[in-house]
């Protein structure tokens, strides 16, 4: 039998890299199982809370809409700028947030069959740092929407 | 008997079917590691906004924390530190990752993704308890709008 002389043996493998051990590879697994789960109630979650939010806030626009005066729209008028920024905000949140977590319900999806298809392991992983990146940006979204509530209260 | 935590592994040395996790891997967890600590910061000052105005609403209510607010009190008290858990076991499992890669050191490593399952056992509950409150709301609701014969 041939064996290749360059391959070393479990004895001389050094152990100073990072390894993809099959302890490794069944805490990805694990955790792609779980994470599916999550994704799947975090979607659910997010529909239902968006359709809440564009229900109360359209809601709150006929009710309180301002027919008094002239028909013409003002960006600078009254609180119209504030009205605008906070709906594109809200439109973004649902956007990062979405995008995030169907990510990461792809990333987890594929990272489930990593112990058997390369392919899967490298887009998975790919997928999950894609996870965070969106769902940072949701909450910094949601930050600066809290601040300019906050400003705007104190106005 | 010799008892060892099943959680922490004592050592390491790989076996003959286990393989380096090579330079594509070790970039996609360098990326990994840096957003996951953006996100435990968000997390955190999430949190810290929540109970801002969490203690606002108490304040501004003119029968206060004194009586009938003890059930939103706990209800507050369990949230905060609900998602005050998802920022700790995500920022943890930023640091933990950043370390195994910087030192190469395996057990950071798989500790970090230990941590990772810890946040997303935690995730499934908050999203859970979110569905559930969401449908109590949607619930509230149509009861009022049928009492205001709306419906």
């Not at chain 2, 559930?132 to 709306?150: D, T």
Request: net charge negative; hydrophobic share 50%; glycine share 6%.
């Amino acid at each position: 039998m041939k064996t290749d002389e360059t391959t070393p043996t479990p004895s001389e493998k050094s152990t100073s890299g990072l390894w993809l051990t099959s302890r490794m590879m069944d805490l990805l697994a694990a955790n792609a199982r779980i994470g599916v789960h999550a994704t799947i109630l975090a979607t659910i979650a997010g529909l239902l809370a968006v359709i809440l939010s564009v229900a109360t806030m359209w809601w709150v626009w006929t009710q309180y809409a301002d027919t008094s005066e002239s028909e013409a729209f003002y960006l600078l008028e009254g609180d119209n700028l504030y009205k605008v920024v906070q709906f594109l905000l809200t439109f973004s949140m649902f956007f990062t947030y979405f995008k995030g977590v169907l990510t990461g319900f792809r990333a987890f999806k594929q990272l489930k069959r990593s112990a058997e298809d390369d392919e899967a392991l490298l887009e998975g992983s790919e997928r999950l740092w894609k996870t965070l990146y969106w769902l940072t940006l949701w909450i910094a979204i949601y930050a600066v929407s809290a601040i300019l509530e906050y400003i705007s209260l104190g106005n | 008997m010799d008892l060892t935590t099943l959680d922490e592994p004592i050592d390491f040395t790989p076996s003959e079917n286990e393989r380096p996790a090579g330079e594509w891997m070790e970039g996609y967890w360098d990326k990994t590691a840096y957003w996951a600590r953006n996100l435990a910061f968000g997390v955190f000052f999430f949190t810290a906004w929540m109970f801002v105005t969490y203690v606002w609403f108490l304040v501004k209510q003119e029968s206060g924390i004194r009586t009938g607010n003890v059930v939103y009190l706990i209800q507050g008290a369990v949230s905060e530190l609900m998602i005050a858990g998802l920022g700790y076991f995500m920022y943890w499992f930023g640091v933990q990752l950043r370390r195994a890669l910087q030192n190469r050191d395996q057990l950071q490593l798989e500790a970090a993704f230990l941590k990772l399952r810890s946040f997303l056992i935690l995730g499934l509950l908050v999203a859970a308890i979110w569905c559930v409150l969401l449908v109590m709301q949607y619930y509230r609701i149509y009861f009022m709008l049928k009492s205001y014969n709306q419906l």
